[in-house]
């Protein structure tokens, strides 16, 4: 637990925690990820949200999270309407192929310029979330953080050279994962850090050859 | 930092410091992030506005959650006690205020999540309706918040706050505990008394299901709320009046630890059992699947 405010809270709209507040703060780092919001998404939906997600709202949780709302947001039962006049496309479809966990969500997110992301993350409980999967790598990251996420070549040393540019801005990494689908192709890392990660970071790494993707994610 | 896992632990702080236990929690708070003491009140304060807000919103409420089985019966109840009383002003309130905010929450409104969304009516229904009939200063609710806080984490560090978990007694048997040590030291009892108060709260919800129609917040937990709220209000004047738990508030937790495990999964917000199978919760829950 991290603060007395995790049990008197979060303020949110409701009525779950967990399909309501968790569901808008998964689709809300999903954007981040994404980096803006997408002009489509396919959301796919397995376990008890494949099941509930209607009556708990979090079809409409989903679409304010994309709109960039917080869990405090009035406006949270009209988002799915706010969405389609905003020229946002969302699909909901439900799915009963057996997942890990039992609340786990799918964005398949397509842009104007044609770039597409798939995120893939689970709701803890609380209204925290895990987000698991970035474009089938295994990653992990809570938006309870400074999050950096980079996308590089799988060589000997890139990681290091990536978190001394994060050392010499003074920033402290609190949580940290790497993966990769193949040994010496790309690898996706999660650095949740205690610290503000400032856009020079993201300047910094942008110029460096063997990375190809880098996205700061601000703590929600 | 003055660290507590247990009841115990609070009880004792609260003795070698001769405070309440909402100022070792208060206090706890403040070293933990290094906020200042009157910010961290603030905080607390805006979340008490929201109950109120919920409230207010609920007593008037005249919409129906998504699945049409919540809605206006807490504005029902409302004109009902504003023409007639049975059970006297505090328990009508309590009852009246934790239906308002749990409807709220079902209908999609601004709720505080206490230590649930399913169970947030509970805690603002003892304490406000105890606050206003008592005539109490705001200074001293906010206070009786951190009370509640201070419980729930430790019910969450040794049992749990999750009905996925341990059944409805980790959600609305947790709210219940938290209001009603928040209840009594509101009234001016002893960090011992908010003790007994928790356990007594919490031992007579112990096993007590999460089998919800159709996988929803709403039926059973709405009216629950109303339950639990007086539920509190019984094990804090029991305390209050100097009777003790026999099994001490920590046991009692580790109790419901014990039990959740051994619940069925079922049973454990799954609607797998229960009411949820019912012929009318099935019904209904084809109906939403529709």
């Known amino acids: 637990m991290e603060s007395i405010f995790d049990i008197i809270g979060p303020i949110m709209i409701g009525p779950s925690s967990s399909h309501t507040a968790g569901a808008l703060k998964l689709a809300r780092i999903a954007r981040a990820i ?14 008890s949200f494949a099941k509930t997600y209607r009556g708990h709202g979090s079809d409409r949780a989903i679409a304010a999270g994309f709109l960039g709302f917080s869990t405090e947001d009035e406006r949270i039962p009209d988002a799915i309407n706010i969405a389609f006049k905003m020229g946002v496309k969302i699909e909901f479809v439900s799915s009963n192929i057996f997942v890990d966990h039992p609340n786990t969500l799918e964005f398949e997110m397509v842009g104007k310029s044609g770039l597409s992301i798939t995120v ?17 790598y295994e990653v992990y990251l809570t938006g309870n953080y400074e999050t950096l996420i ?30 990769r689908l193949e040994k010496g192709k790309d690898a996706m890392m999660t650095i949740e850090t205690d ?14 050859s063997y990375l190809n993707f880098v996205k700061i994610v601000h703590k929600i | 930092m003055r660290s507590f896992s247990t009841i115990s632990d609070l009880i004792s702080l609260a003795k070698e410091n001769c405070s309440n236990i909402s100022e ?36 008037k409420n005249n919409n129906y959650s998504i699945s049409k089985m919540v809605g206006m019966n807490a504005s029902k109840f409302y004109s009902f006690i504003s023409k007639n009383s049975f059970l006297g002003k505090i328990v009508e309130k309590a009852i009246c205020y934790a239906l308002s905010v749990s409807e709220v929450n079902a209908c999609m409104g ?16 003892a304490i406000l309706s105890v606050s206003e009939e008592m005539g109490l200063p705001d200074e001293k609710v906010v206070l009786s918040l951190f009370t ?11 049992a749990s706050l999750a009905g996925a978990v341990g059944g409805c007694q980790a959600e609305c048997g947790s709210a219940s505990a938290m209001a009603a040590g928040a209840v009594l030291e509101l009234l001016g009892g002893t960090p011992e008394q908010v003790g007994h108060a928790i356990a007594l709260a919490l031992k007579n919800y112990l096993g007590l299901v999460c089998d919800p129609v159709a996988g929803l917040v709403e039926v059973p937990c709405v009216k629950r709320n109303a339950f639990a709220a007086i539920h509190a209000l019984v094990a804090a004047e029991l305390a209050f009046a100097g009777i003790e738990s026999i099994i001490p508030p920590d046991e009692v937790i580790l109790a419901a630890y014990e039990i959740g495990r051994l619940m069925p999964k079922s049973l ?23």
């Open chain 2, 110 to 125: 601004l709720i505080v999540a206490c230590p649930t969304a399913g169970s947030c009516g509970i805690l603002p229904g």
């Open chain 2, 148 to 158: 509640a806080a201070g419980i729930g984490m430790v019910i969450g560090k040794n």
């Open chain 1, 195 to 208: 610290d503000y990660i400032s856009s020079d970071i993201y300047d910094i790494l942008s110029s460096f």
């Open chain 1, 34 to 47: 994404f980096g803006d919001t997408p002009s489509e998404v396919r959301v796919n939906l397995y376990g």
């Open chain 1, 120 to 136: 893939q993350g689970i709701s803890v409980g609380g209204g925290n979330v895990v987000i698991k999967k970035i474009n089938n």
């Open chain 1, 150 to 179: 980079t996308c590089h070549k799988d060589h000997p040393g890139i990681i290091a050279k990536i978190t001394q540019v994060i050392s010499s801005k003074n920033i402290n990494i609190a949580y940290m994962y790497v993966s």
């Open chain 2, 24 to 59: 070792i929690v208060l206090s706890y708070e403040t070293q933990k992030t290094q906020k200042s003491k009157k910010e961290i009140l603030e905080i607390m304060n805006q979340r008490l506005i929201v109950m109120r807000n919920s409230i207010e919103k609920g007593k």
């Open chain 2, 268 to 290: 454990k917000e799954t609607s797998e059992a229960g009411l949820a199978k019912t012929p009318t919760g099935k019904r209904i829950e084809s109906l939403m699947n529709a």
